[in-house]
Antibody, heavy 123, light 107 residues
């Protein structure tokens, strides 16, 4: 069974930093691209960014709203995905989900999501 | 960026009703569209990929259609467990973008 478990959320002051983790199990983590998606309270879904797999040199993509402040990384030996968030703003307040990207041909979609971790940026 | 526009934003329906949700893309995305269902306090769940490909385990009352810029999600006979918010998402071009969501409420 595919499982994705996020952790590391909490309350942080504007300008602060936080590192989220996502522990994966039930599948070959190293084969898959992995993404972060967030959802502000009462709002819709917003894609944050992607890390590709080793075969694609672990390259990354980011949304413009987080580029230069957030960094996605992964440790395939630990089946873990990370999101380092720096220079946090109040508008970064959201539930952050990690999402597995299908190991399918063609363009790739999210096929499994974790339950999310809440990040609150407030003074 | 590709803008995804869903309509309606809220839909009131009864058990047994046929429900259709529309999603429009600001430019052609071929069939690179997914539909997700989200219940309160839960993670989104994939229903349909590539515009019309039903995911394993998803009830057959769900179907998707369309290509290019206009897509629909149809629930043929609404069940109590289907009351939720539905999102479309394009995965052709970065940044990946979602529609604003359609909340299906009990009438």
């Amino acid at each position: 069974e595919v499982q994705l478990v996020e952790s590391g959320g909490g309350l942080v002051q504007p300008g602060g930093s936080l590192r989220l983790s996502c522990a994966a199990s039930g599948f070959t983590f190293s084969d898959h691209y992995m993404d972060w998606v967030r959802q502000a309270p009462g709002k819709g879904l917003e894609w944050v960014g992607r890390t590709r797999n080793k075969a694609k040199s672990y390259t990354t993509e980011y949304a413009a709203s987080v580029k230069g402040r957030f960094t996605i990384s992964r440790d395939d030996s630990k089946n873990s995905l990370y999101l380092q968030m720096n220079s946090l703003k109040t508008e970064d307040t959201a539930v952050y989900y990690c999402a597995r990207v299908c190991a399918c041909t063609g363009y790739k979609y999210f096929d499994y999501w974790g339950q999310g971790t809440l990040v609150t940026v407030s003074s | 960026d590709i803008q995804m526009t869903q309509s309606p934003s809220t839909l009131s329906a009864s058990v047994g009703d046929r429900v259709t949700i529309t999603c429009r893309a600001s430019q052609s995305i071929s069939s690179w569209l997914a539909w997700f269902q989200q219940k309160p306090g839960k993670a989104p769940k994939l229903l349909i990929s590539k515009a019309s490909s039903l995911e394993s385990g998803v009830p057959l009352r769900f179907s998707g259609s369309g290509s290019g810029t206009e897509f629909t999600l149809t629930i043929s006979s609404l069940q109590p467990e289907d009351f939720a918010t539905y999102y479309c998402q394009q995965y052709l071009i970065y940044p990946l973008t979602f529609g604003g969501g359609t909340k299906v409420e009990i009438k």
